[in-house]
């Protein structure tokens, strides 16, 4: 059973960074193309970055581009946003999300795609 837990959410102020991390269990984080959404209430979830199982291609939104970069560690079988100067637009419940097993593939724009997803960790900004 596939299993994603993210850990690293909290409050910081704008300019502030954070760094999530999620932690896959129950699979090899090798075989997985794996992306990170977030949600702010009322709103519609929005794709943040993606990265490819085999690491090859990435992807980021605009509005986190130079900012956000998204990582994997397989020996510790975990995915990482790294965010950097953060702003209050980014407060949200952040998720990580994976495709099935080998399924290549990086695109923000399309949530569906993911179907293992994780509790989700906040984050706040605050002015």
């Known amino acids: 059973q596939l299993h994603l837990a993210e850990s690293g959410g909290g409050s910081v102020t704008a300019g502030g960074s954070l760094r999530l991390s999620c932690v896959v269990s129950?699979?090899?984080?090798?075989?997985?193309?794996m992306a990170w959404f977030r949600q702010v209430s009322g709103k519609e979830r929005e794709g943040v970055a993606c990265i490819t199982y085999n690491a090859e291609k990435t992807d980021l939104a605009d509005s986190v581009k130079g900012r956000f970069t998204i990582s994997r560690d397989r020996g510790k079988s975990a995915l990482y946003l790294q965010m950097n100067s953060l702003n209050t637009e980014d407060t949200a419940t952040y998720y990580c999300?994976?495709?099935?097993?080998?399924?290549?593939?990086?695109?923000?724009?399309?949530?569906?795609?993911?179907?293992?997803w994780g509790q989700g960790t906040q984050v706040t900004v605050s002015s």
């Open positions: 129950g699979y090899n984080v090798g075989t997985l193309s």
């Open positions: 999300a994976a495709r099935a097993p080998w399924t290549m593939g990086c695109n923000i724009r399309a949530p569906t795609d993911y179907v293992h």
